[in-house]
Nanobody
Framework: QVQLVESGGGLVQAGGSLRLSCVASGRTFSSYAMGWFRQAPGKEREFVASINWSGSSTYVADSVKGRFTISRDNANTTMYLQMNSLKPEDTAVYYC???????????????????WGQGTQVTVSS
């Protein structure tokens, strides 16, 4: 069983920054690709970013490209999402998730993930 716990969300003004963390249980963290998704009220879950097992490959949604950076620390079984230049439309619950593969091919679809965290709220005020 894998547990994923997100933290780092909060309330920030537009233009500000936040760094989300996702800590994973289990010793196989480094074998799997990971991803971040978000879901705003009344909207479907949206892909944000993904990272392969080693951190050498990443894939970021166009809506956040140039503002968000995904990274991971396999030694500490932690994944991060650095969010800069935040906009009100970034307001959502942010979820981390694990893929059952080391690759990020096809990582944009929620169905490509097998474990999910409980989410952390990010609110950006204008």
């Amino acid at each position: 069983q894998v547990q994923l716990v997100e933290s780092g969300g909060g309330l920030v003004q537009a233009g500000g920054s936040l760094r989300l963390s996702c800590v994973a249980s289990g010793r196989t963290f480094s074998s799997y690709a990971m991803g971040w998704f978000r879901q705003a009220p009344g909207k479907e879950r949206e892909f944000v970013a993904s990272i392969n097992w080693s951190g050498s490959s990443t894939y970021v949604a166009d809506s956040v490209k140039g503002r968000f950076t995904i990274s991971r620390d396999n030694a500490n079984t932690t994944m991060y999402l650095q969010m800069n230049s935040l906009k009100p439309e970034d307001t959502a619950v942010y979820y981390c998730a694990r893929r059952p593969t080391s690759s990020i091919i096809g990582a944009y679809a929620p169905s490509g993930y097998d474990y999910w965290g409980q989410g952390t709220q990010v609110t950006v005020s204008s």
